[in-house]
Every structure is written in C-alpha cells, then in structure tokens.
C-alpha cells in the first residue's frame, strides 16, 4: 500500500490527504470512542448547554417558556436566601476541608510510623467514607435526638442536658461540619499517605542521626516534601465539600428554617420544589462557574505538582 | 504487663501515635457498633436503655425490616433495584470506557487531541449542575422513573474519569501482542477483545470496585430519575426512616441501616486494599 504523492499538493488537499490516510489505518478508533461519545454528547454536553440556555427562561416546567433574559440572575442574587446557601456552603467548604486535610494528615502521619498493625487502622479510617450518606445521617441524627439519643442519656447522667442541635439555627451548619468530618476525614489521609511513601527513608535516619525530634521530622521533612499532593487534595476536596447535598438532604433539609441551606440544596429546592426551572438553572451556571474556576486551578496544580515532585 | 509498660517508656512517641490511632479507631467505629446493637432491641428497649445491650437479642427485626412491615421501606425492593442498576452501570461502563480508553492510548488518529481535551474539560463538570436540564431530557425520552434512565446517568458520569485511567493504563504497555495478532490476521476487534481487555483487567476492576461505591451511595441522580418508592434505590430508600411519624419502630430502623451497611461492609473486609488503590488513581501517580 504505497502512497503517491501529488506533485502539487497544497495545504488543503494535504489536510484531505491525512484524514484519508487515517480513516484507512485507524478508521476502527473512531468506531471504538464512538459509544462514549454518544454517552458524552446525549447526557453531558447537550444538558449543559440546555442548562445554560434554560437560564435565560423562566419555566415552571408544563408550560411554555418565556424569555427573561439575564433576570433569572438578578432574582437569585437579589435573593437572601441565595446569599444564605452560598454564605453557609463556603463556610462548610472551608471548615470541612481545613479540618479533614489536618485530620487526614495527622493520621497519615501516624499510619507512616507504621507500627505493628498500621494496616488494620487503615482499614478502619477509610471505612465510614464507602458507607452511604444517608445511612450514616439518619444514625447521627438518632445519636444526637436530645430527648432519647445515647449522648442526651449520657449527659443526663451527669446532670448536663443536650441540646436540640439539629433544630437550633446556630449550632446545626457546626454538627454538619462535624458529621462530614468525621465520615470522610479517612479520604484525604489516604492520599496523604501515599505520598509520605515516596518520601525516601535515607532522609528520616540521617535526621534521626542527627538527633532530630519526631515531631520535628514531621514538620521540616515531610510536611514540605508532600507539599504538592497536599495543595493538590486540598483543592480537590475543596471541590467536593463544595457540592455538598448528600448530608443536607438526609438530615436537615436545608432546615431549620434556612439554616443549613446549601447550594446545590438550594438549586435542587428552585427546581423541584418550586417549579422555579429558570431561577434553578441560573443556580446551576453559578454552581458550575465557581467548580470549573477550582477544577481548573486543580488541573494545573496537579500538573505542577507532578513536575515538581519528579525532580 | 511489665514489658509492655518498659516498651511504652522507651518509646513514648510510638505510644502517643498508638495511642491516637485506638482513640481515632473508637471514635470511627463506636456509631457503628452502637447501630448494630440496638437493631437487636425491641422497640422499647431502644428508647429505654440506649446504652446498654439486652438480652435476647432480637433477630427478628432484620427479617421484618428488609420486608418493610410498619415502616413502608421495603429494603429488600430496594436492594434488588440497586443491585439491578448498578451492576447494568458497571457493565455498560467498562465496556465502553475500556473501548475508548483502548483507543485513546492505542491509536494517533485524526482529531484525538481535540477529542482528547473534551474529554478532559468535561472531567470536570459537575453532575449536580445538570439536574434541571437532565430531569426535562430524559422526560422527553420517557425514561423518568425507570432503571434505564438512571442507569444512562450513571454510565455518562463516571465516564469521562474512567476512560483517562484507561488510557493512562493502556500508553503504558508496548504494543508488540497485538502487533504480532494482527500480522497474523487479527481483526482490530479481535485484538482488543482478545489482549487489550485481559491486559486491563486489574485497571478495570479497580474502577469497577471505585465506581460501584460511588454509585451504590449516589441520591442527587437517583432522586430526580426514580419517584417512585417501589422503584428506588437503597441509599434513597433509606430515607424513609427519617419520614417516619407516629410510632417509631426503632428496632426495625436499626436493623434497617444494619441491612443496608453490612454488605457494604463486608464488601470493603473483602476489597479494601483495591478500594484504597483505586481511591488515589489519577489523581496521584
């Protein structure tokens, strides 16, 4: 199969020329990324763009759409509430993530020691993260009934009472923090601890050698060598604390009142519940906007982070 | 006794460590072990002594709890639906995932980069955006309240991360198997059903192990495509405990959540190191 080249090939024809010449060799490739393609394009690509498009309509979903333009925007960012859900989500990003990336790291910490039966503890940190969300919310919300839980007869017995906290306003977006820090603390630490694997030993007993505390090993050697990883989940557990409905849904629904509403809580409400497709969709470019700016930020940590951590 | 107070002197800093982990692994497990006592109270004890276990030990609250007396949350409906919908998910998706990702890192055709970079960019995108306009599209396909609806959803979302593993994998191993297979007369298809998919398999059972979690837990989807109680999923199905008013039957509850983690539990006894594995793929190599 030898090719003959045209003597006055231009620019254009070449192009022809190529994709010929590729159909005929790798022709089947396109056969084999089709399925995912029409997966991609059907459910992904195509939402997105109705979604956007949506959000210059109002719609309550049965009957004909009216063009509003850019006030869907203005509503929701004159609205209070909205403000409330993206106040109380950036809240619960910051605190969730700050406390599970320390968490994380401390216990990673701790697993690298590797004392006897590290293995088995691993085991266990990462257990409550595969449990599902709304298993785990409905038995917080059991321990925590102040009435009948185990934690308000516990109190009693010392004479202290427990407060409603998932019914309190002030208390209940903290007992959420809490409860998601305590399920998924294990995520980042897993990460965390890979990457202290790759740190080599020689480092550890040289300083060893020279007399240098534990703690100060862990400060001055490994904190800094896993730095890029570190950036690297931080960010990323920063995009899935973000999008946080799971817990919400389960346990408070957005109540009591408002407050522990959240984003995505707030968009699913928009839509599903006051039949508000246009507002909800509007929601959704903001949601969206704020998580593609951190996933790019991630993407391009992470790719700096691997050039750096390959010297 | 003696010899472990002598080992804790001499290593106090290996001590506090041990130390944090037991309080660490209490803290983890205590809900839990708690959970699972109280689902074998009767309903009374649970409210009457929640912290201490009774004896006997009530068994027959899982049976009654998986059939949904008093409570309405027939586990055992909901179970089979999400057993149905996630293993169709998994199916479809490594295959097609495997597929792409096998031409992704195999072949330089025409216009990979750009199908490439996509792919990339829609890594990113978040499902919960997607609520709105998905409910409406698969309306008008008809597929609201059915398995296929979620099942499409499932598939779509977990594609685009699976087939970048995929690839990733398969730029990894030289290509002499196939190029001999098709010297001998292999059809593309061959070669890929043939040597590419064994070769993957430890790739693909990873993220199958990976995205069977992801979509055994998932709510947002499966709330928006399934309405119907007889045809939820267990992780929504759950959630009908929390609606309960009247009565209380505790027992049943706690048997309830006891059915609905203990097979995960099991699952996780049996795959953690897998689990753990394919936690970090991708996002740290």
């Known amino acids: 199969m030898s090719e003959t080249k045209t003597v006055n090939s231009n620019a254009s024809s070449d192009w022809r020329l190529r994709l010929r010449r590729g159909w005929r060799r790798n022709g089947v490739a396109y056969l084999f990324v089709l399925p995912a393609f029409v997966f991609l394009v059907l459910f992904m690509a195509y939402p997105l763009l109705d979604g956007l498009w949506l959000s210059l309509f109002k719609w309550d979903g049965l009957s004909t759409r009216q063009y509003v333009g850019l006030e869907n925007f203005l509503v929701i960012f004159q609205d209070p509430k909205f403000y409330n859900a993206l106040k109380n989500t950036v809240l619960f990003t910051v605190v969730t993530t700050v406390a599970k990336i320390a968490l994380g790291f401390l216990l990673a910490a701790a697993l690298h020691m590797e004392v006897r039966g590290w293995r088995v503890f691993r085991a266990i940190f990462y257990l409550n993260v595969i449990l599902p969300m709304t298993a785990i919310g409905i038995l917080w919300g059991t321990i925590l009934n102040p009435n009948s839980g185990p934690l308000a007869v516990t109190l009693e017995l010392f004479g202290a009472e427990l407060p409603s906290l998932l019914g309190d306003s002030r208390w209940v977006m903290w007992v959420l923090s809490g409860i998601d820090i305590w399920k998924y603390a294990g995520f980042p630490m897993i990460f965390l601890y890979a990457a202290m694997e790759g740190i080599p030993t020689e480092l550890y007993e040289a300083a060893a050698l020279d007399g240098v505390s534990q703690v100060k090993r862990l400060w001055y050697i490994t904190l800094p060598l896993i730095k890029p990883v570190l950036v690297t989940i931080t960010m990323l557990q920063t995009i899935f604390s ?6 919400v849904f389960t346990m408070t629904k957005g109540g009591p009142g408002e407050a522990s509403q959240v984003l995505t809580y707030y968009l699913y409400n928009e839509g599903f519940w006051f039949l508000r497709f246009g507002t909800a969709s509007a929601t959704a470019f903001v949601l969206l906007v704020i998580v593609l700016i951190f996933s790019y930020l991630y993407i391009r940590q992470g790719r700096i982070g691997q050039q750096e951590f390959e010297y | 006794m003696q010899r472990r107070r002598n080992w804790i002197a001499e290593h106090p800093g290996q001590a506090c460590v041990v130390l944090l982990l037991i309080i660490w692994s209490i803290n983890q497990l205590l809900p839990l072990m708690w959970m699972y ?39 055992g409906v909901y179970f089979r639906n999400s057993a149905l919908i996630v293993s169709i998910s998994l199916l479809i998706l490594v295959i097609v995932a495997t597929l792409a990702g096998y031409a992704f890192g195999r072949f330089d055709f025409f216009g990979r980069r750009a199908l490439f970079f996509v792919l990339l960019s829609l890594i990113a995108v978040p499902m919960h955006a997607l609520i709105v306009p998905l409910y409406h599209e698969l309306k008008a396909f008809g597929l609201i309240n059915s398995f296929v609806g979620l099942i499409l959803l499932y598939v779509t979302s977990n594609l ?3 087939i970048l593993v995929l690839q990733a994998y398969f730029t990894t191993f030289p290509s002499e198997l196939e190029d001999s297979a098709l010297i001998d007369g292999c059809t ?25 979690i992801g979509m055994w837990n998932e709510i947002l989807l499966a709330i928006i495509v399934l309405w119907e109680n007889k045809v939820r999923t267990l992780a929504v199905g759950l959630l009908g405990y929390s609606a309960q008013y009247g009565i209380i039957r505790w027992g049943l509850m706690f048997a309830g959540l006891s059915i609905a983690t203990i097979p995960l539990i099991v699952f996780y006894l049996i795959f953690h190191r897998n689990i753990i594995k394919g936690a970090t793929l991708g996002s740290y190599r």
Do not use: C, Q
């Not at chain 2, 593309?188 to 069977?212: C, D, E, H, Q």
């Open chain 2, 37 to 75: 006592a109280m689902s074998l109270k009767t309903d009374i004890d649970v409210v009457r002594y929640p912290l201490k276990l009774t004896w006997p030990p009530h068994f027959e609250n899982y049976p009654a709890a998986w059939n949904g007396e008093d409570t309405g949350v027939t586990l």
């Open chain 1, 242 to 247: 973000f999008k946080v409905f799971d817990i």
């Open chain 2, 188 to 212: 593309r298809l061959g070669t890929f059903w043939y040597i590419a998919m064994p070769i993957a398999k430890g790739a693909v059972s990873t993220i199958a192990i990976v995205n069977f």
């Open chain 2, 160 to 162: 685009p991360f699976s």
